[in-house]
T-cell receptor, first 114, second 113 residues
Framework: EPEVTQTPSHQVTQMGQEVILRCVPISNHLYFYWYRQILGQKVEFLVSFYNNEISEKSEIFDDQFSVERPDGSNFTLKIRSTKLEDSAMYFC????????????FGPGTRLTVL | GEDVEQSLFLSVREGDSSVINCTYTDSSSTYLYWYKQEPGAGLQLLTYIFSNMDMKQDQRLTVLLNKKDKHLSLRIADTQTGDSAIYFCAETPLYNQGGKLIFGQGTELSVKP
């Protein structure tokens, strides 16, 4: 069964460093998403991406964040200068369409900023 | 603003029914979802309901939607120990063009044998 994969499963970085979180969405999906979950808090939407551009982004997704689909398979989230409060589980998701189409989630990358 | 709220914990005995509740604030919601998260795994869609429906049944799962009270519930019949997980309620606002899901904080279901 097709699935969304994410690497690495755990990333530890120093404050101020750049990190790139990688995702491989399901191959025939057209919509891609990033969410994050700070420990003990809700899963929060960060950004959605369609047709090689951002469809929607949340207030959290400021200039420190960027997304890219560098080739036909990967979807990346870059955080330019990490802060302590960026420590969270980051989930990638993809879907065939919007509305009632299921968003398939990856297992997440745990980012720890020291 | 948009908000989705759930109680944090629910404990039931194996074989009993579980009812997980959710309230939401956005009256323009189009789809409401239930996701399940097992330890170390991503979120898995269990079921969803369109906002013009009152009820949806899928095997052991029953979703009830009370639009007036903005209340959504998930009933799991004959709960098994394998149902132990965190259950997230989520909604998609009507105006949303980007597919954003707004999640509750999740209800941790513990099933005791």
């Amino acid at each position: 069964e097709p699935e969304v994969t994410q690497t690495p499963s755990h990333q530890v970085t120093q404050m101020g460093q750049e990190v790139i979180l990688r995702c491989v969405p399901i191959s025939n999906h057209l919509y891609f998403y990033w969410y994050r979950q700070i420990l003990g808090q809700k899963v929060e939407f960060l950004v959605s991406f369609y047709n090689n551009e951002i469809s929607e982004k949340s207030e959290i997704f400021d200039d420190q964040f960027s997304v890219e689909r560098p080739d036909g398979s990967n979807f990346t989230l870059k955080i330019r200068s990490t802060k302590l409060e960026d420590s969270a589980m980051y989930f990638c998701a993809s879907s065939e369409g919007l509305g009632g189409h299921e968003q398939f989630f990856g297992p997440g990358t745990r980012l720890t900023v020291l | 603003g948009e908000d989705v709220e759930q109680s944090l914990f629910l404990s039931v005995r194996e074989g009993d029914s579980s009812v997980i509740n959710c309230t939401y604030t956005d009256s323009s919601s189009t789809y409401l979802y239930w996701y399940k998260q097992e330890p170390g795994a991503g979120l898995q869609l269990l079921t969803y309901i369109f906002s013009n429906m009152d009820m949806k049944q899928d095997q052991r799962l029953t979703v009830l939607l009370n639009k007036k009270d903005k209340h959504l519930s998930l009933r799991i019949a004959d709960t098994q120990t394998g149902d132990s997980a965190i259950y997230f309620c989520a909604e998609t606002p009507l105006y949303n063009q980007g597919g954003k899901l707004i999640f509750g904080q999740g209800t941790e279901l513990s099933v005791k044998p």
